[in-house]
């Protein structure tokens, strides 16, 4: 089963696309898209501490053709974490529409 998405929070408003959240088991994951790469990680634990997510388990690790590309759309936001996450209704707002 999936891990659910329970808080999200869109940390840069620009370059690079970058997102942290905490899951309903505790866990903190973090999003970030820069010069091409994107990497979705995990902390190994329960944690409040961001860091323990940027150094923590990666989950998702793609390289982009575009080096210099560091910009993501919410839709491929979306569409990076839904099959790795469960992401709610308001969770899907949050990606749409941040508070900055």
């Known amino acids: 089963m999936k891990a659910v998405i329970v808080k999200i929070e869109r940390t840069c408003s620009a370059f690079p696309t970058q997102y942290e959240g905490t899951l309903d088991n505790g866990k903190m994951f973090y999003f970030r898209f820069r010069w091409g790469e994107l990497c979705i990680s995990e902390s190994i634990s329960p944690t409040e501490d961001i860091d323990d997510a940027i150094i923590g388990t ?6 982009t053709d575009d ?8 839709e491929q936001v979306v ?21 900055i």
Request: aromatic share 12%; charged share 15%; net charge negative.
């Open 58 to 63: 990666v989950v998702l690790e793609i390289q």
């Open 67 to 74: 080096d210099w590309n560091g910009v993501m759309s919410p």
């Open 79 to 99: 569409s990076y974490l839904s099959p790795i996450y469960q992401l709610s209704a308001e969770i899907r707002n949050e990606i749409f529409n941040p508070i």
